[in-house]
């Protein structure tokens, strides 16, 4: 019943920031005690986990993004956003935003992804 569905730019500069949003429908980004993630795959690599906000608004990034992330959200649209800055072609990927339960790992519902290529 959940679907998430990302929407932003297919193409970005390098060095400027990166923009993504989750749209969530069939459910709540304030529901205890779900945890909303943005995970990317580059081509040719595995899945990376990013981040996550969580149902109070908390939120979590990977050590080696911290730096240059940040998710916030809409509350009032049941969104939530990337903001993903000083982007090289290295964070060319397939980015995704999933639901991931009580927070420990298991995503079960994601989005259908989107080509995100930095490039001049």
């Known amino acids: 019943q959940v679907q998430l569905q990302e929407s932003g730019p297919g193409l970005v500069k390098p060095s400027q920031t990166l923009s993504l949003t989750c749209t969530v429908s069939?459910?709540?980004?304030?529901?205890?005690?779900?945890?909303w993630s943005w995970i990317r795959q580059p081509p040719g690599k595995g899945l990376e986990w990013i981040g996550y906000i969580n149902y109070n608004g908390n939120t979590y990034y990977s050590p080696s993004l911290k730096s240059r992330t940040s998710i916030s959200r809409d509350t009032s649209k049941n969104q939530f956003i990337l903001l993903l800055s000083s982007v090289t072609p290295e964070d060319t990927a397939v980015y995704y935003c999933?639901?991931?339960?009580?927070?420990?790992?298991?995503?079960?519902?994601w989005g259908q992804g989107t080509q995100v290529t930095v490039s001049s």
């Open positions: 069939g459910g709540s980004i304030t529901t205890n005690y779900y945890y």
């Open positions: 999933a639901r991931d339960e009580a927070g420990w790992g298991f995503n079960d519902y």
